[in-house]
């Protein structure tokens, strides 16, 4: 009986059906679990560029945005921080920021300021010791930490300082200065974090 051509048709024929419903049914199983894997509009949000108006930021002022979940800080400096930078040269661990230069520093930050304009600094606010955010005793005069403290941020959880381009001290638990996000001026007053290809 199995060997008529009829009854091997009819098995085919069962055969081709029972594999196209199976791959039809893969593919309606599979359709949910993959856009599950795809960003969600709020993670798409999260990660988006933010654009910042820094046009009312005062010399010596700093303000504060969240991009992707983390502080960044934006520092107006003055003629005296900018003084400050250059003075703390010798007592930084990375003055020219060439440890892990493309994970913690663009090329235009790559200089003495850290920034693609001396008077403003960009930074992510998170120590690179632990995660811990620091915070900032931007003006000068005696700390416990430091008795001629010339400004900058000081993280109290171990005890890290970074100076006022966000580098930080020689012999301190952080082991890289605060990471210079990537940016771009969209104009002398507008910044967008989180995207460069203008920089």
């Known amino acids: 009986m199995s060997d008529k051509p009829e009854f091997n048709q009819a098995r085919r024929n ?3 059906a029972t594999t196209c419903a199976g ?4 593919v309606a199983a599979a ?14 949000a999260i990660g988006a560029p933010v654009e910042v108006d820094i046009g009312y930021l005062a010399a010596g002022d700093m ?7 983390q502080p960044v800080w934006i520092l107006h400096r003055t003629k005296e921080m900018l003084d400050a930078v250059k003075a703390a040269k010798e007592k930084v661990a990375d003055p020219n920021s060439e440890r892990k230069p ?8 790559r200089n003495e300021f850290r920034s693609a304009k001396p008077e403003y600094l960009v ?3 998170i ?35 970074f100076d006022l381009a966000g580098r930080v001290y020689k012999n301190k638990p952080a082991p890289d ?3 210079v996000p990537p940016y771009m001026y969209l104009s002398d007053a507008k910044l967008l974090i989180g995207e460069d290809k203008k920089a």
């Open 31 to 44: 359709v949910p679990f993959v856009s599950s894997m795809l960003p969600s509009e709020r993670a798409k």
């Open 102 to 109: 493309s994970e913690l520093t663009p090329e235009y930050a």
């Open 177 to 179: 200065n605060l990471k």
């Open 127 to 161: 120590c690179s010791h632990l995660g811990c955010s620091p915070s900032d005793r931007l003006k000068p005069g005696p700390e416990a930490f430091d008795p001629e403290w010339k400004g900058g941020f000081y993280c109290p959880c171990h005890g890290s300082l």
């Open 14 to 16: 069962i055969l081709i």
């Open 63 to 69: 303000m504060r945005v969240e991009w992707r979940g």
């Open 23 to 26: 791959g039809a049914a893969t």
């Open 123 to 125: 930074v992510v606010g």
